[in-house]
């Protein structure tokens, strides 16, 4: 019995080798050369690197840094980019050798009543997988890894774009009300030169109404503007996860700046999140293809090890080799699959592209007649409205006009700044919307008149 585990040393430094150095016995084949790319990312999670939340007056960089930090669907996009990263590292990883061992010819009758006859081995396997598949593998988990990289881009342009609208419509709603306070002020003193012209008896009684009317008007049109400001600031900090608003106001102002063609964006467009997220969920099903045809090449099982002859005190090594015949699964239904899903990827990239080009024509004309808008008024109505109170104003003074001019006069000169400030929101959103969709290929801006603070 003793000669029997003389094997056992040599088949231990066997099983040793082969789980020390599972490579090497493919270090010599090309399908086994694979080497996973090291992306490295930060083990604390996004909550565990959050910032506090903004307070005060907050600037646009504050917004977008407390929401891109804070917002639990980019945490999750963030975990799925460490989910393709680990998929990345084990696609590259060869099978593992087996360990098997059988003894024969024991226990029986006769000759073979004990263990006189007895054969045992002990040795191991290794699945040596040919047509390159782990290559092939690897490279449709680094497709996935590429596009869940991607998709974590486009959801921070999507999240950065929404606060940007949100921040935009808390400025624009605190302009209008400043805007608002300013006419209440007008029509404060419109009424009292009103109360005292009806006093002396330089007007009539019924003008003193119609004043009061316009006064409660906008005071109304203050209180109903608070309640939609009250409303956007719940709605901009719930972009970083909270409850309630901390802060008090947000500043920012709509800036000039250089101009861009459309073919410049376009250019942009062609590197941005969402254009490489097509190209790379075409590549990933061109991969898919690839392993698929892969995978009709049977693979090749290797084993080896040393048997022990109890009836001639003896040992040798065998050695052996095993191959499936291809002769009824060369996997046809899935080469057939992968392409009809690589000829679907091929249509979807391109509607894709084609979605991206007309969201972003669309967006680009868009700002480019507003702004062509925004210029007139500034160029022409405003400055004529402008001129056109101010005369009548002094006109009303001297008793040259009635109160109704006067009124008509303020409300048209009001009203034209209101308009202005609606169109460069819609500018600002026009400007936030190409953004998105260009990602950080190009700093847009919506390249407003160089006077367009003068009216605020």
């Known amino acids: 019995?003793?000669?029997?585990?003389?094997?056992?040393?040599?088949?231990?430094?066997?099983?040793?080798?082969?789980?020390?150095?599972?490579?090497?016995?493919?270090?010599?084949?090309?399908?086994?050369?694979?080497?996973?790319?090291?992306?490295?990312?930060?083990?604390?999670?996004?909550?565990?690197?959050?910032?506090?939340?903004?307070?005060?007056?907050?600037?646009?960089?504050?917004?977008?840094?407390?929401?891109?930090?804070?917002?639990?669907?980019?945490?999750?996009?963030?975990?799925?980019i460490k989910a393709r990263q680990g998929a990345v590292q084990q696609a590259g990883l060869p099978p593992n050798p087996a360990l098997f061992g059988a003894m024969e010819e024991f226990g029986g009758s006769g000759n073979f009543s004990g263990t006189g006859a007895m054969s045992s081995r002990i040795g191991i396997s290794q699945e040596l997988l040919l047509g390159g598949k782990i290559g092939k593998r690897a490279r449709v988990a680094e497709a996935a890894a590429s596009i869940a990289e991607l998709e974590h881009q486009a959801k921070i342009m999507e999240v950065s774009a929404q606060v940007e609208r949100r921040f935009f419509a808390v400025f624009a709603l605190q302009k209008r009300l400043h805007l608002q306070a300013e006419q209440l002020d007008l029509m404060e003193k419109s009424h009292d030169v009103v109360a005292k012209r009806v006093k002396t008896g330089d007007t009539s009684p019924l003008d003193l109404p119609r004043s009061q009317v316009d006064l409660v008007s906008a005071r109304i049109a203050i209180a109903q503007t608070g309640k939609e400001l009250e409303a956007a600031r719940y709605a901009l900090a719930e972009s970083w996860g909270s409850a309630l608003p901390l802060f008090s106001t947000v500043s920012t102002q709509y800036q000039s700046g250089p101009d861009f063609t459309e073919q410049e964006l376009r250019e942009a467009l062609e590197q941005s999140p969402a254009w490489r997220l097509q190209e790379e969920q075409f590549a990933r099903a061109d991969a898919a293809l690839a392993l698929a045809e892969s995978q009709r090449i049977p693979d090749l099982e290797l084993e080896g090890g040393v048997q022990r002859f109890n009836e001639y005190d003896g040992h040798a090594f065998f050695l052996g080799v095993s191959i499936p015949l291809p002769l009824f699964d060369r996997n046809q239904g899935g080469i057939a699959e992968a392409k009809a899903t690589k000829r679907k990827a091929h249509h979807e990239r391109e509607a894709g592209f084609l979605a991206l080009h007309t969201e972003l024509q669309e967006a680009w004309r868009k700002l480019r007649s507003i702004r062509q808008t925004v210029g007139s008024l500034e160029t022409e109505v405003l400055p004529a409205a402008q001129h056109t109170y101010e005369s009548i104003s002094k006109a009303y003074k001297a008793g040259e006009i009635d109160i109704l001019g006067l009124l008509d006069a303020q409300r048209t000169w009001v009203e034209a700044r209101k308009a202005r400030l609606d169109l460069l929101h819609e500018l600002e959103n026009s400007r936030i919307e190409i953004k998105r969709l260009i990602g950080e290929g190009a700093a847009v801006s919506a390249a407003l008149p160089a006077n367009n603070n003068s009216h605020n």
């Open 1 to 80: 019995m003793k000669h029997s585990v003389l094997w056992l040393p040599f088949a231990v430094t066997l099983v040793a080798v082969g789980c020390a150095n599972p490579r090497n016995s493919l270090a010599g084949t090309p399908f086994a050369h694979f080497n996973p790319p090291q992306i490295v990312l930060n083990e604390e999670t996004p909550a565990e690197l959050t910032p506090a939340e903004p307070t005060g007056s907050i600037t646009l960089d504050m917004a977008l840094d407390a929401a891109i930090n804070r917002h639990p669907s980019l945490a999750a996009t963030w975990y799925e």
